[in-house]
């Protein structure tokens, strides 16, 4: 069965400084990959995705991501942080084909201070 | 852009009472789910849909049933709610089998209180 592990479950940044958040995958092939935003009372909102090709992918916001196989790993960078990225960010994952399950994981919550 | 609409974005009920959320979206997509948020637990998916009058089991189903009558629209039934169902309730949809890329479009939320 698929899994995501998002080992931090709360992060504070200084506004202006570089941003990274871990996420590990499980699954036996490629999967699809993606990080999703979610701001406080909202719902979810993709941030971007991988499918396949370049292993580094850009999505909005200034965000990027990059897979890396040996690692099962799709961390979500920023180099400078805004502090209206303050929200709670969930990695997931699912099947390259058929019928699409997603998996998310627990979410880690960021913080961004003046 | 893609809508997908929660009914009621904050709802009350007591123990035992049946509860109804509804979801619609307007982009015609074919699957649509449903998913519980909780604190240290992420989304966990409770039903899913990928047609009209079709549905399927997600990780969490039991104490909830679904109903999906119309394209457009998904339906969360709790048939007797109970106060561990306390939670905030997303609807997500999405394109079909032959473009489907697993990208979910959600709704902004229900957070239901069971008291």
């Known amino acids: 069965a698929q899994s995501v592990t998002q080992p931090d479950i709360h992060i504070t940044v200084s506004e202006g400084a570089s941003l990274e958040l871990r996420c590990n995958y499980s699954?036996?092939?490629?999967?699809?990959l993606f990080w999703y935003v979610q701001s406080p009372g909202q719902g979810l909102q993709l941030l971007l995705k991988?499918?396949?090709?370049?292993?580094l992918v850009q999505g909005i916001k200034g965000f990027e991501a990059e897979f890396k196989r040996s690692q099962s790993s799709f961390n979500l960078r920023k180099p400078s942080v805004h502090w209206s990225d303050a929200a709670e960010y969930f990695c997931?994952?699912?099947?390259?084909?058929?019928?699409?399950?997603?998996?998310f994981g627990i979410g880690t919550k960021l913080q961004v201070i003046p | 852009d893609v809508k997908v609409t929660q009914s009621s974005r904050y709802l009350v009920k007591r123990t035992g009472e049946k509860v109804f959320l509804e979801c619609v979206q307007d982009?015609?997509?074919?699957?649509m789910f449903w998913y519980r948020q909780d604190p240290g637990l992420g989304l966990r998916l409770i039903y899913f849909?990928?047609?009209?009058?079709?549905?399927e089991k997600g990780d969490i189903p039991e104490g909830y049933s679904v109903s999906r009558e119309k394209k457009e629209r998904f339906s969360l039934i709790l048939e007797s709610a109970s106060t561990n169902q306390t939670s905030m309730y997303l609807c997500?949809?999405?394109f079909g089998q032959g473009i489907n890329t697993g990208e979910l479009f959600f709704g902004e939320g229900s957070r239901l209180t069971v008291l």
């Open positions: 997500a949809s999405s």
């Open positions: 699954y036996g092939a490629t999967p699809y």
């Open positions: 991988y499918f396949s090709g370049d292993t």
């Open positions: 997931a994952v699912s099947p390259s084909g058929g019928y699409q399950k997603v998996t």
């Open positions: 982009m015609d997509h074919e699957n």
């Open positions: 849909s990928y047609d009209v009058k079709m549905k």
